[in-house]
C-alpha cells in the first residue's frame, strides 16, 4: 500500500510554469514506477509521463514532450512534474499514481494501482 499526495498546482498564465510534486508514504517508494496523469472535464484520464524506480528512464505523451520533465528523488519520497511553457489546454486536473511494475511507455490509466486525489492546474490565454 502506498498514499500519494500532490501539490503544487494553480492558475498560470499561457507560457509560464509550474511544478507539481507527489509525496508518497507507506511501502517502499523506491519499488514503485510512478507517473502523472491528467483529466480535463468531460474527458478521460490521460497519460503523461512516466519514470522508473531509479529515476532512469522516463517517457512522455506527445502533447508534452519537450515542454514537461519527470523526476523523484526517493530520498524524498517524492516524484514531480516541472510544467514549462504551458498553454491553456494543459487546464486539466493532475494526478500521480503508483504502481510495482509497469513498462516505462504510455500507458491507460487503468494500469496503475495507486492514486492521488489530484491537484488542479488551470493555464490562462
Known amino acids: 500500500q502506498v498514499q500519494l499526495v500532490e501539490s503544487g498546482g494553480g492558475l498560470v498564465q499561457a507560457g509560464g510554469s509550474l511544478r507539481l510534486s507527489c509525496a508518497a508514504s507507506g511501502r517502499t517508494f523506491g519499488s514503485f514506477v510512478m507517473a502523472w496523469f491528467r483529466q480535463a472535464p468531460g474527458k478521460e484520464r490521460d497519460f503523461i509521463a512516466v519514470?522508473?524506480?531509479?529515476?532512469?528512464?522516463?517517457n512522455y505523451a506527445d502533447s508534452v514532450k519537450g515542454r514537461f520533465t519527470i523526476s523523484r528523488d526517493n530520498a524524498k519520497n517524492t516524484v514531480y512534474l516541472q510544467m514549462n511553457s504551458l498553454k491553456p489546454e494543459d487546464t486539466a486536473v493532475y494526478y500521480c499514481a503508483a504502481r510495482s511494475t509497469m513498462p516505462i511507455i504510455p500507458t491507460p490509466f487503468d494500469k496503475y494501482d495507486y492514486w492521488g486525489q489530484g491537484t488542479q492546474v488551470t493555464v490562462s490565454s
Open positions: 519514470i522508473s524506480l531509479s529515476g532512469s528512464r522516463t
